[in-house]
């Protein structure tokens, strides 16, 4: 009776919000409908990534096509998706792309109560290879009454409602806390449905596995050397960690929420804030780790207490199993004395 139970009883990602929506019993559905053109524009972004590879062959996206023209590139494809769904979903007044310089502003007449912060294709420098890649988003509230600014998006990733990821690999899997828990679903084409497939996702507390550009080495600062240094040659007998790196952030953050570790993008002489970026790389991914139970510091304070100054602002971000993060913390706080 159970296996046929899970196999009618299909927790969609529209019913699994619906049922967690209830926890909020003024909320009229808006968030609902907002996550489901999210969603939408996942399903389309996983559709065109899996006809990437075919594109070479038949000049589709990021090729001149037969008459010669500029096919858009798989990332403005994206970008493009996303701000249409986000806008005609008529619940969003600000949104802010990785892809657009300036951040949208919805005209009053389409314009909700939330703020969507979002990478359309992070990592799309991966395609041509197979790599897996992602969408990364986070949503914010924003108060309706006035004119909305762009103070309204510079937020401390701690006033985030709901964060979100997209990976676009051997599946489709969507990665959502609303600010109850994560939880996974997994695209089946056949359904065209994301189904609940990684219920309550808790990262181990403490991982075997450090993920970084090993290539940067030379440039790091003396906390993050030491680190890594004990990851590769341990002082207390223990074994070794392994070193996984993917190099794109929604694969490697996705192995370490489901395998634990730590993964870390530091500051280096080169980029004296890191490379990723604050609203839709770095707060989304600090959001889902601390509510799987991990943390994520940004090597001077808890990176969801950043005040972001600028849309496109970096951070150097150390994230993963509680345990893992809380020895880098400990590395940076000594170096401070
Ligand atoms: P590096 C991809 O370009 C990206 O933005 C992230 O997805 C990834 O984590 C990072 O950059 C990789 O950067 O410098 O190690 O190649």
């Known amino acids: 009776h159970t296996a046929d139970a899970q196999r009618t009883d299909l927790m969609t990602i529209t019913r699994f919000v619906l049922t967690q929506q209830s926890n909020h019993p003024e909320s009229r559905g808006d968030f609902s409908i907002l996550l489901s053109h999210i969603v939408l524009g996942c399903k389309f972004v996983c559709s065109a990534v899996s006809k990437a590879g075919l594109a070479k062959l038949i000049g589709l996206a990021g090729e001149t096509n037969v008459q010669g023209e500029e096919q858009k590139k798989l990332d403005v494809l994206s970008n493009d998706v996303f701000i249409k769904a986000l806008v005609s979903s008529g619940r969003t007044c600000i949104l802010v792309s990785e892809e657009d310089e300036e951040a949208t502003f919805v005209e009053p007449s389409k314009r909700g109560k939330y703020c969507v912060v979002f990478d359309p294709l992070d990592g799309s420098s991966n395609i041509d290879c197979g790599v897996s890649i992602g969408t990364i988003f986070g949503i914010y509230l924003v108060e309706e009454d006035q004119e909305p600014t762009i103070e309204d998006v510079l937020q401390p990733g701690k006033h985030m409602l709901a964060a979100g990821y997209c990976m676009y690999g051997s599946s489709c899997t969507l990665v959502l806390s609303t600010g109850t828990g994560v939880n996974g679903f997994t695209l089946d084409p056949s359904l065209g449905e ?144």
């Open 194 to 337: 994301f189904i609940l497939t990684h219920p309550d996702i808790k990262i181990p507390k403490k991982g075997k596995i450090y993920s970084v550009n090993e290539g940067n080495a030379k440039n790091w600062d003396g906390p993050t050397t030491k680190y890594v240094e004990k990851c590769k040659f341990p002082k207390d007998g223990s074994s070794p960690k392994s070193l996984r790196y993917i190099g794109s952030m929604v694969a490697d953050v996705h192995r370490t929420l489901l395998y634990g570790g730590i993964f870390l993008y530091p500051a280096d002489k080169k980029s004296p804030n890191g490379k990723l970026r604050v609203l839709y790389e770095v707060f989304p991914m600090s959001f889902l780790m601390e509510q799987a139970g991990g943390q994520a510091f940004t090597g001077k304070q808890r990176a969801l207490d950043l005040v972001p100054k600028k849309l496109h602002e970096r951070s150097p971000i150390f994230l993963g199993s509680y345990d893992d993060v809380e020895e880098i913390k400990a590395l940076y706080a000594s170096e401070e004395k």
